[in-house]
């Protein structure tokens, strides 16, 4: 089994910033990759960003420029960094990691963004 725990979720205004982070322990052999997926009130769940186990990134367009997914992978770790917050991307945002086939999930941490 694999656990995933979140950190770093919280309330601040527009514009500013916070850095969400993703420490994974268990079995973990070869992740391929690890993302963050947000869930707002009434709306489905949704990829903001990947990170493979090469490196490459992905972002989902509406946080382009703004939001950064990085990866220590000697702590088995990802993060997010989010810059310019808007009060859009207020949301409940998951860790995701995938390995083998199978994907894991984190609990959720509350990122709230007040205009």
């Known amino acids: 089994q694999v656990q995933l725990v979140e950190s770093g979720g919280g309330l601040v205004q527009t514009g500013g910033s916070l850095r969400l982070a993703c420490a994974a322990s268990g079995s973990i052999f070869k992740i391929n990759s690890m993302r963050w997926y947000r869930q707002a009130p009434g709306k489905e769940r949704e990829l903001v960003a990947r990170i493979s186990s090469g490196g490459s990134t992905n972002y989902q367009d509406s946080v382009k420029g703004r939001f950064t997914i990085s990866r220590d992978n000697a702590k088995n770790t990802v993060y997010l960094q989010m810059n310019s917050l808007k009060p859009e991307d207020t949301a409940v945002y998951y860790c995701?990691?995938?390995?083998?086939?199978?994907?894991?999930w984190g609990q959720g941490t509350q990122v709230t963004v007040s205009s």
């Open positions: 995701a990691l995938f390995q083998a086939g199978y994907g894991y």
